[in-house]
């Protein structure tokens, strides 16, 4: 007599999508949000915007973080991301924003002068689980943030 497995239809639909290890298989998707500390807007000038943009991807991926979408605005970081599911959303926060701070100081000197203790981010953060339903709607959000916010870039140097 044969066995019939049942399987979710999500498990289906997304089968491609699932992060496939020895003895584990799924995805574990979060919207992150943290803020440059004191709420300065640091990242007024698209140069400066590029540069955490380019910090915060290039810590995401030393620590096996996928970035699905992510937003720098003047004031905040907004994205979704795919972190391993050995990591929890706050480990994954920590090696973002310490990551992230060491290398914006690194190539942008003069932040020095606003944040002379090297503590770039605030203590607070935001995080959410997101399922394959949800993912979607949230990326439009994040794509959005200029329209939603009213940012302005300043593109000179």
């Given at each position: 007599m044969q066995?019939?497995?049942l399987i979710s239809g999500s498990?289906?639909?997304?089968?491609?999508?699932?992060?496939?290890?020895?003895?584990?298989?799924?995805?574990?998707?979060w919207e992150f949000e943290w803020?440059?500390?004191y709420r300065y807007k640091m990242f007024k000038?698209?140069?400066y915007r590029k540069l955490a943009e380019a910090c915060i991807r290039r810590a995401a991926s030393e620590n096996k973080i996928k970035w699905i979408e992510l937003n720098v605005q003047p004031d905040h970081v907004q994205g979704t991301a795919s972190i391993p599911l050995t990591m929890s959303p706050s480990k994954a926060l920590q090696f973002l924003k310490g990551r992230s701070a060491f290398l914006v100081f690194r190539f942008h000197e003069k932040a020095r002068l606003?944040?002379?203790?090297?503590?770039?981010?605030a203590r607070g953060r935001f995080a959410a689980s997101l399922g394959f339903v949800?993912?979607?709607v949230v990326n439009e959000y994040v794509r959005n943030q200029?329209?939603?916010?009213g940012t302005v870039w300043i593109m000179e140097d």
């Open positions: 066995k019939q497995i498990y289906e639909k997304n089968i491609n999508k699932y992060e496939k290890g020895n003895h584990h298989v799924g995805i574990s998707m803020c440059p500390k000038k698209w140069k606003r944040y002379p203790k090297g503590h770039l981010w949800q993912v979607e200029d329209e939603h916010h």
